[in-house]
């Protein structure tokens, strides 16, 4: 079983940066690949960016590439999420998820975290 534990999330003025974390436990997380997911009120759940623990690779979805950059370390078990240029569309609950395939389909992870707040005010 693993545990995730999102940290970080906060109100940041638009063109700032933030940065958030997610703290993974139990199981061999280097089987994992981590992603990160965001849902706003009122909209569908949007994949953010994926990471492959065993390899480092990364994808991101269209919206936010080239801004947000996802790393690990796996000694500490963590994951984070760099974001730069933040735009006011960026405000949402932002989810770390473990899963086997490293998906932008939200459904393919079997853990989340109970997610954190990001704010983006003009």
């Known amino acids: 079983q693993v545990q995730l534990v999102e940290s970080g999330g906060g109100l940041v003025q638009a063109g700032g940066s933030l940065r958030l974390s997610c703290a993974a436990s139990g199981g061999n997380l280097s089987k994992y690949a981590m992603g990160w997911f965001r849902q706003a009120p009122g909209k569908e759940r949007e994949f953010v960016g994926a990471i492959a623990l065993s390899s480092g690779s990364t994808y991101y979805g269209d919206s936010v590439k080239g801004r947000f950059t996802i790393s690990s370390d796996l000694a500490k078990n963590t994951v984070s999420l760099e974001m730069k240029s933040l735009k006011q569309e960026d405000t949402a609950v932002y989810y770390c998820?473990?899963?086997?395939?490293?998906?932008?389909?939200?459904?393919?992870?079997?853990?989340w975290g109970q997610g954190t707040q990001v704010t983006v005010s003009s």
């Open positions: 998820a473990a899963g086997i395939s490293g998906s932008r389909y939200w459904i393919e992870y079997d853990y």
